[in-house]
């Protein structure tokens, strides 16, 4: 696939102002400083579409942005230790859940995992009740181009095995890095996938 526009479409807080037209959805979520703004920008070939910062956790409402007129990429906020209080924090989880869960045109989550991290529990119990909830999702595993290739794989692997000792099948995962636009490809044939799939229906 290749992506000719990508823009801001809108910012909402409820799942009432979100864009009315039934085009296909696919949602970026991760803990907060996973690199969610960075391969957003890089998937897009859009340097500043989403914005990156320095602090983590600045990401509190449902991003929309329309990609070339076909499909709309969701930017989600993060979760777990940004520094919030506990009533933005749950507010911010509800948004998230009814989101997830009522959201018609979501044709996929991606899950962003840190790929120089173990499996986080945040990150398992988030994982374990998409599957619960039946909400179609990826993971794609960020920043690898911190770590040597071997290394990187050997994370994949004890990763994916940990998963596995609670599913019967593994989602989907793809590895990537901003910094050498690794992954972009097939992150994008597979929403190419996904987009035909739903067109055929």
């Given at each position: 696939?290749?992506i000719k526009?990508s823009?801001?479409?809108?910012?909402s807080?409820?799942?009432?102002g979100?864009?009315?037209d039934?085009?296909p959805e696919?949602a970026f979520?991760g803990?907060?400083n996973?690199?969610?703004?960075?391969?957003?920008n890089?998937l897009c070939?859009h340097k500043?579409?989403?914005?990156t910062?320095?602090?983590?956790g600045?990401?509190l409402?449902?991003n929309h942005?329309?990609?070339?007129k076909?499909?709309?990429l969701?930017?989600l906020?993060g979760?777990?230790?940004a520094?919030?209080?506990k009533?933005?924090?749950?507010?911010?989880q509800?948004?998230?859940?009814?989101?997830l869960?009522?959201?018609q045109?979501?044709?996929?989550v991606f899950?962003?995992?840190?790929i120089?991290h173990s499996?986080?529990k945040i990150d398992l119990?988030f994982?374990n009740?998409?599957?619960?909830?039946?909400?179609?999702?990826?993971?794609?595993?960020?920043?690898a181009?911190?770590?040597?290739?071997?290394k990187?794989m050997?994370n994949v692997k004890q990763?994916m095995e940990?998963?596995?000792?609670s599913?019967?099948?593994?989602?989907?995962?793809?590895?990537?890095?901003?910094?050498?636009?690794l992954?972009r490809?097939?992150?994008?044939?597979y929403i190419?996938n996904i987009n035909?799939?739903?067109?055929?229906?």
């Amino acid at each position: 696939m290749e992506i000719k526009t990508s823009e801001f479409t809108l910012s909402s807080p409820t799942l009432e102002g979100c864009p009315k037209d039934f085009k296909p959805e696919y949602a970026f979520i991760g803990r907060s400083n996973v690199g969610k703004s960075s391969l957003i920008n890089m998937l897009c070939n859009h340097k500043g579409l989403a914005k990156t910062s320095s602090t983590p956790g600045k990401t509190l409402l449902i991003n929309h942005f329309i990609i070339n007129k076909e499909w709309y990429l969701v930017d989600l906020p993060g979760y777990g230790f940004a520094k919030r209080s506990k009533s933005t924090q749950q507010k911010i989880q509800q948004m998230i859940s009814s989101y997830l869960l009522m959201r018609q045109q979501l044709a996929n989550v991606f899950v962003l995992i840190d790929i120089r991290h173990s499996a986080q529990k945040i990150d398992l119990e988030f994982i374990n009740w998409l599957g619960q909830s039946n909400i179609p999702f990826s993971i794609v595993f960020t920043k690898a181009d911190k770590l040597s290739h071997a290394k990187a794989m050997e994370n994949v692997k004890q990763y994916m095995e940990t998963l596995s000792e609670s599913w019967e099948e593994l989602p989907p995962y793809f590895v990537t890095s901003s910094e050498k636009k690794l992954g972009r490809d097939e992150l994008l044939a597979y929403i190419e996938n996904i987009n035909k799939d739903i067109a055929n229906q």
